[in-house]
């Protein structure tokens, strides 16, 4: 069955860092692009980031340009998200999320969810 | 950028239609997918490329995009629709979610 499992979550004082990993399974993974889609709680869902399946193409949202940093290991089947400077509203649960069934111009729906892992920074 | 604006709640009977709307510039020229999340839950997948359903989602949900507007159709709603749901679409090489509706089964 295919899954992603999200761990590296954790209570981390403002100013410091942590690093996130997804590991995937059940299907060939440098095959598709990949993002990490965050959720404070009680709040909606913000897109944090985007990695194309080769890791050529890297895309941040504003709120984290500069701090975070995502990479991927094809032969792991990993994805990671290196979290510098953090902020109290960097606190949320942080999902791995798969793209597929892409339209034109990258416009692709995430497919396949992790459970999360929860960051909170306080 | 692109702001994806929904309305907070909507409330429906068993049974009965839910309509849940996604408004932003120009949204038709682009493709919208929507999402459901459970308490507690993982958001899943319902509706991409504006009107299409992945394998496994009922028929009774549906979609359609046009000028300003996506609208998410849920038909002969069931207690287990009751969710948080998204709206979602990519411009500018960022990913944009709606701010989410809660739809509340009376």
């Known amino acids: 069955e295919a899954q992603l499992v999200e761990s590296g979550g954790g209570l981390v004082e403002p100013g410091g860092s942590l690093r996130l990993s997804c590991e995937a399974s059940g299907f060939i993974f440098s095959d598709y692009e990949m993002n990490w889609v965050r959720q404070a709680p009680g709040k909606g869902l913000e897109w944090v980031s985007y990695m194309s399946g080769g890791g050529s193409d890297i895309y941040y949202a504003d709120s984290v340009k500069g701090r975070f940093t995502i990479s991927r290991d094809n032969a792991k089947r990993a994805l990671y998200l290196q979290m510098s400077f953090l902020r109290p509203e960097d606190t949320a649960v942080y999902y791995c999320?798969?793209?597929?069934?892409?339209?034109?111009?990258?416009?692709?729906?995430?497919?396949?969810w992790g459970h999360g892992t929860l960051v909170t920074v306080s | 950028s692109l702001e994806l604006t929904q309305p907070p709640s909507v409330s429906v009977s068993p049974g009965q239609t839910a309509s849940i709307t996604c408004s932003g510039e120009?949204?038709?020229?682009?493709?919208v997918s929507w999402y459901q999340q459970r308490v507690g839950q993982s958001p899943a997948l319902l509706i991409y490329q504006d009107n299409k359903r992945p394998s496994g989602i009922p028929a009774r949900f549906s979609g359609s995009n046009a000028g300003n507007t996506a609208t998410l159709t849920i038909s002969e709603t069931q207690g287990l629709d009751e969710a948080d749901y998204y709206c979602q679409a990519w411009d500018r090489h960022s990913h944009v979610f709606g701010s989410g509706t809660k739809v509340t089964v009376l």
């Open positions: 999320a798969r793209e597929n069934y892409c339209g034109s111009h990258l416009e692709c729906a995430f497919d396949m």
């Open positions: 120009r949204l038709g020229d682009k493709y």
